[in-house]
């Protein structure tokens, strides 16, 4: 399988300066005047290598040098944007190291910083941030992985000295927020975990700038940005523009409908993905047996994708494309942002190679906010990664 063209980071090539030491006539054009100088009085242009075009001439006529007003716009324009960008020094922990690197590609004002992440004899974390001085004054984030309960406790340690350490702003990056599912009571005693970590977050100690920030895509439920207290600022973002870019470049891209396997689903997205026909599907008990049936829409002879914020064992999503096959969809895919897979559930997906929608899909796409499932899937049709790196370097300078 090709790497995906979220991966991809493309820098422009360097300019090209020129310098003339021979001996000729030349004419020099600036502010609608022209004056004939000698080319060995022309020793460089490396200090305004954009404020000039040069046109040749034949024979012994002249080299024309013009001043390009556009050029000269462009290239202030692009040193002011350069100035403003606010320079963040990027910690990040192990599972999201492939991720910073990414995200430090997209721009040249992320600096990435490591963190020492060692272990005592009784298994308890043995830390230590480098060059802790070094970081004062500056913009500092860190790009947080909470795969298991061990890993929030040694990264929580590192999340509450950073901002201690005198650093002008502090930014926490959590591109999956692990407890969202659960978020209520549906009886008494139960424990909402996502509370406990949202109020956790909010007690992180504030840096010299102000509260903590706080970045994550696709939070379970919105209403869970009130679990947060005063004292952090989070900002919800969605990897669902990364979803429609890649459905752009579908050669059928004109020939697909957004499947939802159930009510929650469609509140969640709908409103972002409202330029496609939309099928919603829901779940009904015939017994003992949960059963997925299509709500309302039609997939006949379309390309179905089925859109969720995560898929753990994935045996929903299973039960949809089997529904939505046999209501006559010509291909069958599926996008969640977060793909946990534990115990490696991901294997339950199979590719349709041969025009099988019911037992295969076409594509199923994964954002990299989970880095344990990306090492597993990486390259295994039909998975395909699409990168939250450019979304994270944006954020980061909000």
Known sequence: MKTPAAFISQ???????????????????????????QCGQIKSFENQPQKWGIDFKSGSEPIHLIQNSTSTAATSASESASRTMKKVCLFYCPETHSLAERVAAQSDAIELRSINWRKFKDGFPNLFIPNAHGIRGQHVAFLASFSSPGKIFEQLSVIYALPKLFVSSFTLVLPFFPTGTSERMEDEGDVATAFTLARILSNIPTSRGGPTSLVTFDIHALQERFYFGDTILPCFESAIPLLL?????????????????????????????????????NKVRDGNQRIVRIKEGDPRGRHIVIVDDLVQSGGTLIECQKVLAAHGAAKISAYVTHGIFPNSSWERFKQDTGGKPESGLTYFWISDSCPVTVKEVMSKPPFEVLSLAGSIASALQI
């Open 11 to 37: 820098k422009p090539p360097s300019p090209l300066f020129l310098k003339f030491t021979s001996n000729c006539n030349s004419r020099l054009l600036c502010a609608n005047k022209s004056q004939t100088i």
């Open 245 to 281: 870019n890649r459905l752009q470049q579908l050669p059928d891209s004109d020939n697909i409908s957004i499947a939802f396997p159930d009510d929650g689903a469609w509140k969640r997205f709908h409103k972002q993905l409202q330029h496609f026909p939309m099928i919603v599907c």
